[in-house]
T-cell receptor
Framework: DQQVKQNSPSLSVQEGRISILNCDYT??????FLWYKKYPAEGPTFLIS?????DKNEDGRFTVFLNKSAKHLSLHIVPSQPGDSAVYFC??????????????FGKGTKLSVKP | ETGVTQSPTHLIKTRGQQVTLRCSSQ?????VSWYQQALGQGPQFIFQ???????GRGNFPPRFSGLQFPNYSSELNVNALELDDSALYLC??????????FGQGTRLTVV
């Protein structure tokens, strides 16, 4: 039973356009959500997070939106750059703003940004 | 600032053997978590160590065990290896309630 779902295995976007990566979750006890980026042969790199008391968090080109009633979050990248091409993982934690050890990950979405 | 380092980077073992994977946490971090990432899947939580004590465990059998040392480095031990244990094993360190930083992983192949 997958508690965090990324239903799009891949996404292709033109450079300069917006990339929108989606994530759904089933457990209403999740209190903290994170996005990680992973390049081949590297470990995941933390990108941005959001706690359940917020509905939006922004950091430069990256914005995460949380819709608790729909149990849905999305990552927006504007403008998209070729260097953003990577696998993006959505992750959830039951610990409010807390320890990020016990993270539950989705399967990832491979983003390709074309020049 | 030294990042999270894992060793070895690649490993081939035979079914039934035992394996030890190592992780040096980022300087100042006292929490280490281990994840297994099978091909085409997201990382799956194995367990976490906080100040040398196990502090949470995922749905993995007891043949997956770990240790954290006083310098906060950590080991993951897997006994009686099975073919399905073939995966990328990721270590992540954090300072209690801060974001986790991942190592590059150890690719384990069981034949």
């Amino acid at each position: 039973d997958q508690q965090v779902k990324q239903n799009s295995p891949s996404l292709s976007v033109q450079e300069g356009r917006i990339s929108i990566l989606n994530c759904d979750y089933t457990n209403s006890m999740f209190d903290y959500f994170l996005w990680y980026k992973k390049y081949p042969a590297e470990g995941p790199t933390f990108l941005i997070s959001i706690s359940s008391i917020k509905d939006k968090n922004e950091d430069g080109r990256f914005t995460v939106f949380l819709n608790k009633s729909a149990k849905h979050l999305s990552l927006h990248i504007v403008p998209s750059q070729p260097g953003d091409s990577a696998v993006y993982f959505c992750a959830a934690s039951p610990n409010y703003g807390g320890s990020q050890g016990n993270l539950i990950f989705g399967k990832g979405t491979k983003l390709s940004v074309k020049p | 600032e030294t990042g999270v380092t894992q060793s070895p980077t690649h490993l081939i073992k035979t079914r039934g053997q035992q394996v030890t994977l190592r992780c040096s946490s980022q300087s100042g971090h006292n929490t280490v978590s281990w994840y297994q990432q099978a091909l085409g899947q997201g990382p799956q939580f194995i367990f976490q160590y906080y100040r040398e004590e196990e502090n949470g465990r995922g749905n993995f059998p007891p043949r997956f065990s770990g240790l954290q040392f006083p310098n906060y480095s950590s080991e993951l031990n897997v006994n009686a290896l099975e073919l399905d244990d073939s995966a990328l094993y990721l270590c992540a360190s954090s300072l209690e309630w801060t974001e986790a930083f991942f190592g590059q992983g150890t690719r384990l192949t069981v034949v």
